[in-house]
């Protein structure tokens, strides 16, 4: 290990520049042979995670749960659902993931409830009860209509009517997943106490689900629509009305900085915990920027401008542009993929070659200036699984099928083995096993030098061993309109390189004159050739320079 690597371990900053790996325990491993991810399944299998040379791990949700969206709808906070196991078996899990030097985040989604939450079957009851005030409940139009224009993600109004109070409620998701009031000082210490809960019992950070949308406009007031012309940044696709509206009112409100700087001063109680945010917004950058600056607020945080589409080294130097602009201190987290987005090597890479171009994908998304999130199965280079139209779970992708098919693709059972149900099961899983992924299983690429598995393992051990690579400072430069380049810099105490780090993201090989005079490094699995000045990258290659001082 190496000293920099057993800083990053010992250190409460361990998650700056920490790479994360993600896990849907609903598909990763079923251990009693329901089809059905489980807490021992993922437990079994948390040397091999610990082999990708990864610090942590963040497991989507597991609490109690009618699953009508699938754990992101919970009905208690301080317990593990039937399906997944039990709290012993989550205690368990976290102390072999902490026996392997792994470092253990969970879910958080506080901004709603399911509807099933005894909270919400108390305050649906009538006006005056003990919890009337902590979800968030609107009186109709005159004319019966909901309160005001707000919509759910998930298609349709935002409001639902409840004819025991005679009153619309507020969710931004399902109907059965009520938003949770935020304004209600109550409310607020409620959700706090929930998360005190789990760090108490030893986990060393938050998934903050949806976190800009823990407040809303207390007047109420009609979102604007998107001027035309004007391009739509959430993270929906455009088929969903939902993103023909600019949302000023319902989530992303100012009072939101307050209750963050709550939770920051909740995680200082436990030094070396963390949390990461997930924003949609509609300036994310921003947003990101905005809510982990300071040092008062999150740790860090995600937006969707790597997990939407566009993917070019000029939108990517783009988007590096823009944080830089506004990060001042601030401290994003990166993702490719994710379970609510379309596997990058299909959305970015369908038209590429399937094995070259993760491994060059993840190079790059490695090598940028801040933390890092691998999605379960990334490591391997799976594509998108096709989800047949009878075998959709997900209730997004029901209400917006044909022309948006969910995000069932992205959460199918991890392939092990080249076997029947990929080996993550005995039975028919829950999800149906992709085909195109049994050759792509991890046994299969375990010894194969060149698979994206061990490309994977190569250049997170790679990250580990240059600082500049961790926590340097980062300077984009011009290595041409087809080639993205940037110089990481570490300062005299994080070992003082200077690495300058070049990706051909095409098909084709590509030049370039060098901004300035560097020695090839070795020891990242890609080959490039330099001829004086005149770096060249063949297809799906990188390039990492040690330059002189």
């Known amino acids: 290990m190496s000293s920099m690597d057993s800083k990053m371990q010992d250190s409460t900053f361990w998650w700056r520049g920490g790479v994360i790996y993600q896990i849907y325990p609903r598909s990763f491993l079923d251990s009693n042979g329901d089809g059905i991810g489980d807490l021992p399944g993922i437990t079994e299998k948390l040397d ?17 749960s009618p699953m009508l969206d699938f754990g992101y709808d919970i009905s208690d906070y301080r317990d593990v659902d039937p399906m997944f196991g039990t709290l012993d078996d989550f205690k368990a899990l976290l102390e072999r993931a902490h026996a392997l030097g792994l470092k253990v985040m969970i879910d958080q989604v506080i901004s709603h409830t399911s509807d099933q939450h005894p909270w919400f079957q108390e305050s649906r009851a009538d006006r005056t009860n003990d919890k009337a005030d902590w979800f968030v409940w ?3 139009k005159p004319d019966g209509t909901p309160p005001n224009n707000w919509l759910s993600i998930f298609g349709g ?4 009517f409840d004819s025991r109070r005679r009153q619309y409620y507020l969710h931004n998701f399902l109907e059965s997943q009520p938003d949770v009031n935020f304004h209600n000082p109550q409310a607020r210490k409620a959700q706090l106490d929930n998360m005190r809960f ?56 100012p009072e939101n900085l307050d209750f963050l700087k709550e939770l920051r001063a909740l995680m200082d109680e436990f030094p070396g915990t963390t949390t990461v945010g997930e924003i949609g917004d509609d300036n994310p950058l921003e947003r990101m920027a905005e809510y982990t600056a300071g040092g008062d607020k999150l740790h860090m945080a995600y937006g969707f401008d790597l997990l939407n589409d566009p993917h070019s080294p000029a939108y990517i130097r783009e988007v590096i542009e823009r944080f830089q602009r506004l990060a001042g201190d601030a401290w994003p987290c990166w993702a490719l993929s994710n379970h609510d987005v379309v596997r990058s090597a299909t959305r970015w890479g369908a038209e590429e070659d ?35 139209f009878e075998r959709i779970q997900d209730p997004y992708g029901k209400v917006l099928w044909p022309e948006f098919k969910g995000r069932d693709g992205c959460r199918t059972p991890m392939p092990w083995r080249n076997a029947p149900q990929g080996a993550f099961s005995t039975v028919e899983p829950w999800l149906p096993v992709e085909p195109r ?76 004159t060098l901004p300035r005079s560097g020695t090839p490094l070795q020891g990242h699995g890609f080959a490039s050739a330099l001829d004086g000045d005149t770096l060249t990258l063949p297809a799906y290659q990188a390039a990492y320079l040690k330059l002189d001082r």
Not at 48 to 60: E, M, R
Not at 230 to 236: F, P
Not at 364 to 384: A, I, K, T
């Open 48 to 64: 091999y995670v610990a082999s990708l040379n990864v610090d942590g791990i963040w497991l989507s949700p597991f609490f109690t």
């Open 138 to 140: 609107a009186d109709p």
């Open 157 to 160: 109004s935002a409001w639902t």
């Open 198 to 253: 789990w760090l108490e019992l030893g986990v060393d950070g938050f998934r903050l689900d949806t976190v800009n949308f823990y407040f809303h406009d207390l007047e109420l007031r009609d979102n604007p629509p998107v001027p035309a012309g004007e391009a739509k940044t959430l993270g929906a696709p455009d088929t969903n009305p939902y993103t023909w509206q600019r949302h000023v009112y319902d989530l992303s409100r």
């Open 354 to 388: 399937p094995v070259a171009y993760p491994k060059v994908a993840l190079a790059m998304v490695l090598s940028l200036r801040g933390s890092v999130c691998l999605y379960q199965g990334e490591e391997l280079g799976l594509p998108e699984a096709d989800v047949p």
């Open 437 to 512: 992924h049994l050759p792509l299983a991890v046994e299969n690429q375990q010894d194969e030098a060149r698979s994206v598995l061990n490309a994977t393992r190569t250049l997170l051990a790679f990250r580990r061993d240059h600082p500049a690579l961790v926590d340097g400072e980062l300077s984009l430069v011009d290595v041409g309109e087809n080639l993205l380049g940037f110089i990481r810099e570490a300062d005299g105490e994080k070992g003082g390189e200077a690495l300058l780090c070049v990706f051909n993201l095409g098909g084709e090989t590509l030049s370039t």
